[in-house]
């Protein structure tokens, strides 16, 4: 099953934006090498902030703005995110099925459901403290299942396929 490009560009920019925890696991330098013009000796411990790197505008043009069009060329744009799952021979193996399953979650959602703000007031993004960066204001919001489902859920010969 593949997702339609657009949502999957939603997810990839959502995880660009707001990153699963914002500084990577630790790694340990296996040679000594160069980064930036410093050198790191064999043994060093590496801390890598994704957080800061997934808003370098040197990197990303309008770091600061929620763009999944971004995503469109895949070639380069998806080579340039940091995501907290790893890569290469010791990427999460469930990298794929998660991918699936939260497009899919995701899709399901705004499909099948209407999603309202409870107040007038904007949504406030800000980020709280911890290792996954919890919103500091608790996202509050109301949903209404569409008239399709409506029809679908209350007609007896389908409730009983589901």
Not at 23 to 29: M, T
Request: net charge negative; charged share 20%.
């Amino acid at each position: 099953m593949d997702l339609s490009p657009y949502l999957q560009n939603i997810i990839s920019e959502t995880l660009r934006v707001n990153p699963v925890a914002p500084v990577l696991v630790p790694h340990e330098s296996s040679h000594d090498c160069t980064v930036g013009g410093y050198l790191i000796p064999r043994g060093t411990m590496l801390l890598v902030n994704a957080w800061v790197m997934q808003k370098d505008p040197e990197t990303w043009e309008d770091p600061l703005a929620f763009r999944p069009e971004r995503f469109e060329n895949e070639e380069k744009a998806v080579h340039k995110l940091i995501l907290s799952f790893g890569l290469g021979r010791r990427a999460c193996p469930g990298v794929p099925l998660a991918q699936r399953v939260v497009g899919l979650t995701l899709g399901t959602l705004t499909q099948y459901f209407e999603w309202t703000r409870m107040s007038e007031e904007e949504i406030d993004m800000t980020e709280g403290r911890g290792i996954t960066m919890p919103k500091l204001v608790r996202l509050e919001a109301m949903c209404k299942a569409r008239a399709v489902i409506t029809r679908i859920y209350s007609s007896p010969s389908l409730c009983s396929l589901v």
